[in-house]
């Protein structure tokens, strides 16, 4: 089934760790994207790349890098996590033109200590 | 910076009745609209995206409106069920290139 997998579904991270995010996409979508969701909060836009090989910071980028080697694979790093960290991250993608819908993934809910 | 708002923030309603969710943007200058739904603990679904030249969008029961011009959207819900409970969230797109602006979503609840 096309969609978008993410890895893991959950994490307990210690602060202080590395930690990459992963997510896959087999629609060939050009663009892709990483949110993360907070109560109160909604969504909020961290990275995107809107095709392979660039990237481009959201509205909260502080504490993530994001790379694009390949148009499939999106991985969200966070070099040194903090407890503010704590989150749900969904990452999502679309054909790139601005006229196609966003198709997220299930989520990864990270916990940092 | 736009800012999205959906009112209200939770509704409650008898199964059968007929529905509107709102929501409302700063910025007129968008290039889409979307509607998701979300189910807990799980990812958002697309379900309806209007482009900014037209006025609405419809998909079965659902039927979403744009009036790009006074910032507002509407999600109508024909014959609620209980399986459309759920959260659902409005988005908008500032250009092209750009990712969503989400508001923080109408938590709906049906009951049967």
């Known amino acids: 089934i096309a969609g978008i997998t993410q890895a893991p579904t959950s994490q307990i991270l210690a602060a202080g760790r590395r930690m990459t995010l992963r997510c896959t996409q087999d629609m060939r979508h050009n663009a892709m994207y990483w949110y993360r969701q907070d109560l109160g909060l909604g969504l909020r836009l961290i990275h995107y790349?809107?095709?392979?090989?660039?990237?481009g910071k959201g509205e909260v980028p502080d504490g993530y890098s994001v790379s694009r080697a390949n148009t499939d694979d999106f991985p969200l790093t966070l070099a040194s996590a903090v407890p503010s960290q704590t989150s749900v991250y969904f990452c999502?993608?679309?054909?790139?033109?601005?006229?196609?819908?966003?198709?997220f993934g299930n989520g990864t809910r990270l916990t940092v200590t | 910076k736009q800012e999205v708002t959906q009112i209200p923030a939770a509704l409650s309603v008898p199964e059968g009745e007929n529905l509107v969710l709102n929501c409302s943007f700063t910025?007129?200058?968008?290039?889409?609209l979307q509607w998701f739904r979300q189910d807990p603990g799980k990812g958002l679904t697309s379900l309806l995206l209007i482009q900014s030249s037209q006025r609405e969008q419809t998909s079965g029961r659902l039927n979403a409106s744009l009036d790009k011009s006074s910032g507002r959207s509407t999600l109508y819900i024909a014959a609620s069920q209980p399986g459309d409970s759920a959260t659902y969230l409005c988005a908008v797109r500032r250009g092209g290139a750009d990712g969503l602006t989400f508001g923080k979503g109408t938590h709906l609840i049906i009951q049967p």
């Open positions: 999502a993608s679309s054909e790139g033109r601005g006229s196609s819908p966003l198709h």
């Open positions: 910025d007129s200058a968008i290039y889409n």
């Open positions: 790349s809107n095709t392979a090989g660039t990237t």
